[in-house]
């Protein structure tokens, strides 16, 4: 096992980790208006292994009191695009969407203000973390984290960084292994 460490992720301009929210959403037309009301309808998530596309929007079904394995008609759309075009298309009922996704739908014109509800959103969920492996030499870890703790995007075109990482990214930040901690829950 390397036992990975997290040592860097994607940081915010005021230089703090980034974070991102998993969501519960439908259509107006739908007739859902409540996470309850979710009870008995289709629901995309995107992956089993998934974050923000299966584990939070689980969490979110349970803290209405369903069950996501019983009290909803589940399918695994396989990606977070799979999910939000099932969902947008009205293949299903309600879906999981995350704020990430939700930009890269803006940035393409496929979404826009009122074409979804938002029914539960997720407290921040820190982004993926880059790391290193545990059982490395101590100053090579030092080395390589030193590097992707203070590595500068700024340099990279705009259009190009807002393709890759968002328009509010500039650079990587340290970030730890206990800001994941949370997801256990």
């Known amino acids: 096992m390397a036992k990975a460490e997290a040592v860097a992720a ?13 969501g519960l959403v439908t259509y107006p037309a739908s007739g859902i208006k409540t996470v309850a009301d979710i009870k008995g309808h289709s629901f995309a998530f995107s992956d089993p292994a998934s974050t923000s596309g299966h584990l939070f929007p689980a969490y979110g079904l349970r803290k209405a009191g369903l069950d996501p ?5 589940a399918i695994f759309a396989g990606r977070h695009i799979s999910s939000f075009e099932a969902l947008y298309n009205h293949k299903v009922d309600a879906g999981e969407l995350n704020s ?12 826009k203000d ?8 997720s407290d921040p969920i820190s982004t993926d973390p880059f790391t290193v492996r545990g059982d490395l030499p101590v100053a090579f870890k030092a080395r390589v984290t030193d590097v992707l703790q203070n590595l500068d995007l700024s340099a990279l075109d705009p259009a190009d960084r807002k393709i890759m990482v968002g328009s509010g990214i500039a650079r990587l930040v340290p970030q730890t292994d206990g800001a994941y901690d949370g997801i256990a829950t």
């Open 10 to 22: 994607f940081g915010t301009a005021d230089g703090k980790p980034n974070t991102y929210w998993a």
């Open 69 to 73: 394995d019983k009290d909803v008609r």
């Open 100 to 111: 990430e996704q939700l930009e890269s739908a803006t940035q393409r014109g496929h979404y």
């Open 114 to 121: 009122g074409d979804l509800i938002f029914l539960w959103k």
